[in-house]
C-alpha cells in the first residue's frame, strides 16, 4: 500500500471506533427517554465539544460559502450516504466525509491575514 491508501485506511479505522462508541452513547441516551439521533449526529456532537464550533461543512460547501481553509487544518470525518454495488453480489460500502468546522476556515477575501 502506499502513503495514501494507509491514511485512508487509518482514518477510516478511526471512525469505525468513534462510531461504535457514539452508537453505545445512543443507547444509552434512547433508554433515559432521550432524542435519538444518528451516528453522525452524535460524532459532530463529539467534534463541536471537542472543537469549540458547532458550525460545519463540507470543503466544497465551505469554498461555495467564500470561505477557504486555514493552512494546515486536517478534517473531521463522517459517514457519507451508502453506495449500493452493481452486479452479482449486492453489497452496500459506506464512505467517508471529510467535514470543517468555522475555526478551520477563513474568508476568502482576507487572502493569508488568517
Known amino acids: 500500500m502506499n502513503q495514501r491508501n494507509d491514511a485512508i485506511v487509518k482514518a477510516r479505522s478511526e471512525l469505525s471506533k468513534l462510531s461504535k462508541e457514539a452508537k453505545a452513547q445512543i443507547k ?6 432521550g432524542n435519538i439521533i444518528t ?14 464550533s458547532g458550525e460545519w461543512k463540507t470543503f466544497d460547501d465551505w469554498r461555495k ?12 470525518r463522517v459517514w457519507a450516504a451508502p453506495v ?14 471529510s467535514i470543517f468546522n468555522s475555526n478551520q476556515v477563513c ?6 491575514e488568517c
Open 65 to 76: 460559502a467564500g470561505f477557504r481553509l486555514k493552512t494546515g487544518e486536517t478534517p473531521y
Open 28 to 33: 444509552v441516551i434512547a433508554k433515559l427517554g
Open 107 to 112: 474568508p476568502v477575501a482576507l487572502n493569508d
Open 39 to 52: 451516528v453522525n449526529q452524535m460524532l459532530i456532537r463529539k467534534y463541536s465539544l471537542k472543537a469549540g
Open 84 to 97: 449500493k454495488s452493481s452486479g452479482n453480489v449486492k453489497r452496500v460500502f459506506y464512505p467517508m466525509r
